[in-house]
């Protein structure tokens, strides 16, 4: 059953927030196009590092390459606008960071395990739970997050349903949004410091987690598709393919990678 975050819950979520920067100011909205499109509107009118906006639904939600993002009632929809000291050359982290913290906090309240996979997806046994949009711009950039957590199945498109699952759906119940999503916030900031201290780290941390690492993938961009045998991510989260040719360094922002294996079930 979806429920609806009121205004109360919105002051809860704020008071019992544990973070210093993430989530403050927290936008929270019943319905917007793109949480991602507020968060940048807001980022371009200054909204410091950290500011978070919230929907409960969103029309026009969207993924990479400019594909639909499903976001009906009952899941987490929230872009944060941050402002990082890092050159934006390394800003790619910023998304695996963003996936591991999604991953530990759902660990933390929920009790599942979550893993990841290439570039930013949130898997959980096998199906889509969630996934991460990193938009940069000049000076700031936005980190959306999406994750299906009181919500059936039913309630997304069929194509991508078949492919998805939800905390709901794995749990058998509801889960506490308002823990959740200050869980998830308090995650992000403390990635969101390693980000900035040891990227390194971040991508051990993220490698740990993956389900791509050690998989055989195919590599499509619009110039050219390849197989290979996914070895390891860098620094700057590109994956590293191995292929009959060599070695590959594959950038997410330029092609999708499929695994070559079927999802369960
Ligand atoms: C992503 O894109 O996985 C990034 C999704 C980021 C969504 C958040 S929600 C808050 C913020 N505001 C936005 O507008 N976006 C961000 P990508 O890797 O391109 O995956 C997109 C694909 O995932 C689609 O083509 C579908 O196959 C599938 N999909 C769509 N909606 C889904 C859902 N609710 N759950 C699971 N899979 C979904």
Avoid at 18 to 39: C, E, K, M, W, Y
Avoid at 124 to 147: C, P, T
Wanted: glycine share 8%; hydrophobic share 45%; aromatic share 6%.
């Amino acid at each position: 059953m979806s429920h609806r975050l009121s205004v109360v819950d919105a002051n809860t979520l704020r008071a019992g927030l544990q973070t210093q920067a993430i989530g403050r100011p927290l936008h929270v909205f019943d319905r917007v196009a793109s949480t991602n499109d507020v968060a940048k509107a807001l980022a371009e009118e200054g909204a410091p590092d950290g500011t978070a906006v919230l929907a409960e639904e969103q029309t026009g939600g969207r993924g990479r390459f400019g594909r639909r993002w499903a976001s009906p009632l009952g899941g987490l929809w929230l872009s944060l606008v941050l402002r990082p000291r890092r050159p934006a050359t390394e800003w790619s982290c910023l998304g695996f960071a963003a996936s591991v913290a999604a991953a530990t906090a759902v660990e933390t309240v929920a009790g599942l395990s979550v893993r990841v996979k290439w570039p930013n997806d949130l898997m959980l046994e096998g199906r889509k739970l969630g996934g991460v949009l990193v938009e940069a711009s000049g000076a700031y950039v936005v980190v959306g997050i999406g994750m299906n957590v009181n919500l059936q199945r039913e309630a997304l498109p069929a194509d991508v349903r078949a492919l998805a699952t939800s905390l709901e759906e794995r749990l058998g119940h509801t889960t506490d949004f308002v823990a959740l999503t200050q869980e998830v916030l308090r995650e992000i900031e403390r990635f969101y410091h390693l980000v900035e201290d040891d990227p390194h780290f971040v991508m051990e941390q993220w490698v740990a987690r993956s389900l791509t690492v050690g998989r055989p993938v195919r590599v499509v961009s619009t110039k050219e598709s390849f197989d290979g045998v996914a070895e390891s991510v860098d620094d700057q989260g590109a994956l590293l393919v191995r292929t009959s040719a060599g070695l590959r360094r594959v950038v997410a922002s330029d092609v999708s990678v499929r695994e070559l294996e079927r999802p369960q079930r």
